[in-house]
């Protein structure tokens, strides 16, 4: 069993940046491959960012690509999105995820097997 907990969302203005942290317990996060996830109001959770155990794969949805990065500390047990020259689109709660299967970096959000409860990123003109 792992449980996640997310942090670092808030209020910002457009074109500004946010880190996002998760952190896991329960069990060692270099045996989970981690997700971001978001939901904005009124439409369906949707992907972000992945990252393997080694974070020798990575992938993005092509609305984040090249604005955010995502990486990891295993040491420290916490995943992270940088999320740069934000948008009013990236208004979302975004969630943190983690697959059992460590070695790939999947979109699929059915592949995830722990979810956070997810943190609130509000993003004003």
């Known amino acids: 069993q792992v449980q996640l907990v997310e942090s670092g969302g808030g209020l910002v203005q457009a074109g500004g940046s946010l880190r996002l942290s998760c952190v896991a317990s329960?069990?060692?996060?270099?045996?989970?491959?981690m997700g971001w996830f978001r939901q904005a109001p009124g439409k369906e959770r949707e992907f972000v960012a992945a990252i393997n155990w080694r974070e020798t794969s990575t992938s993005y949805a092509d609305s984040v690509k090249g604005r955010f990065t995502i990486s990891r500390d295993n040491a420290k047990n916490t995943v992270y999105l940088q999320m740069n020259s934000l948008k009013l689109e990236d208004t979302a709660i975004y969630y943190c995820?983690?697959?059992?299967?460590?070695?790939?970096?999947?979109?699929?959000?059915?592949?995830?097997?722990?979810w956070g409860q997810g943190t609130q990123v509000t993003v004003s003109s």
């Open positions: 995820a983690a697959d059992a299967s460590y070695y790939r970096s999947t979109s699929s959000a059915e592949l995830y097997d722990y």
């Open positions: 329960g069990r060692t996060l270099n045996a989970y491959a």
